[in-house]
């Protein structure tokens, strides 16, 4: 067969259909043993426990526990520009330190002593005005009345010590009078309820002498004693009668006879009482007496002084207002000199200089101020995992950039109660920058505080141990 042939016998449909179902036969095998060699699928797959979370986990930053505060100049109305700075980059200040000195200063200055010299002549024209034109006997008048004061308050004081000298006494009397009572009373109660005791001894005895006597009486009728021995009974019966009659007889003397006792004490308290609040009375009654006859003395001399000054009450008046206006002229610029001086509102630390000698001050303030003594660390924890943080749970905190190689150990002491979105800068592509967060605050112990005390802002990661 040549070629011809053999090419014609390849291209007859026979061959094509045997190829084909060889094909088929040989997929269906390979099908059919791959098979065989698989296991069995299962008809359903185990779901695997959910593991337990034991931590929290978030990015957050470090400020100091009571926050960072700018201290801003107090005249930046006027742009202030900052003359001179008086503190140093992490540095401790004190509350009321001077910050900084801004270039108002000398200006405001200049503008106290010019008022301090305003008020100098005011004061001066007021002398002028109420020294009048007889100054010899406005002096002797003022005299006067300067002596007719001392004396008002010299008798004033005396009048004053008698009264109370009075109530003192009267106070020290009535206490003595009132213990006199008290022990009266108490006496008589003890005399009574010993005398009380005594009569139930002497009823006691009597009971007992009167058992005897009936029984030896019965004896004496059966004739089993004698006669002698049954009067011997009665007589000790009769004795023990009397001494009840006489115990008797003694309580209602010594009742009675307290009963007057008590009388006459608070009698005498009474008028002691009475005695001693006239007294009192009287004592008042001179001290207004000296208090006003001085006082209207007083004011006659007064009258006479401004009688004699020959000065018009208007022109006083003038005076006195131009010296009350310079004296507010310079509460006025004192005041602008103090504004002109920045002082720290708080004790803390210099964390960032803001606004150097000669700039002006800025948005940022003159400076940032905290108090590191305490450090927290602010975590930016998910929503998703709010539920399961509460303070007083342990939390650990690290660095993200080492910028210590310390684990610093703290307690959250605050749950936000404001969702926002994520704050902290991360550097992974992958984190969810519009995650809803809430701030948590953990407050970092002591010796973690010292640690970090100057890394204000600094980014770290915290671990929450929820199960703490």
Known sequence: MNDIDRKAKWRSPQWGIMLGVGGLLI????????????????????????????????LGRLEPEGTTIHVFAPTAAEGARVESLKVIHGRSIRQGDTIAVLDTYARRQSAVRSSQEELGVARSKLAQVEAGAKQGEIQAQQATIGRFQAERDTQTAAQQATLARVVAETNTQTASQQATVAKV?????????????????SQAGLDNAQLEYKRYETLYQQGVVTASIRDSKRLTAQTAQQKVNQAKANLNRITDS?????????????RIQTSGQQQINEAKANLRKIETSMQQQVKESQFTLNKIAEVRPVD???????????????????????????????????LKIHTRAGERVGNDGIISLGQTDRMVAVAEVYESDLSRIRS?????????????????????????????????????????????????????????????????????????????
């Open 316 to 350: 006083v008046t003038v005076a006195r207002s131009q010296v009350a206006q310079a004296q507010a002229n310079v509460a006025q610029a004192q005041a602008n000199l103090d504004a002109a001086i920045v002082r720290s509102p708080q004790d803390g630390k210099v």
């Open 392 to 468: 007083g749970q342990k939390a650990t905190v690290t660095s993200k950039n080492n910028a210590f190689s310390d684990v610093l150990q703290g307690k959250v002491v605050e749950v936000g109660l404001e969702i926002n979105k994520k704050d902290v800068l991360n550097t992974d592509p992958a984190a969810k920058f519009d995650a809803r967060v809430v701030e948590v605050k953990v407050l970092l112990d002591e010796a973690a505080s010292r640690r970090v005390a100057g890394l204000t802002n600094l980014s770290i990661q915290v671990s929450i141990d929820v199960k703490s």
């Open 258 to 270: 307290g009963k007057q006792q008590i009388n006459e004490a608070k009698a005498n308290l009474r």
């Open 27 to 58: 997929a269906g095998g390979g099908v059919a043993y791959r098979m065989w060699l698989s296991p069995p699928v299962p008809q359903s797959i185990a779901v695997a426990a959910k593991p337990l979370v034991e931590t929290v986990s978030a």
């Open 185 to 201: 009373i108490a006496e008589t109660a003890t005399q009574i309820d010993a005398q009380q005791a005594a009569i139930a001894e």
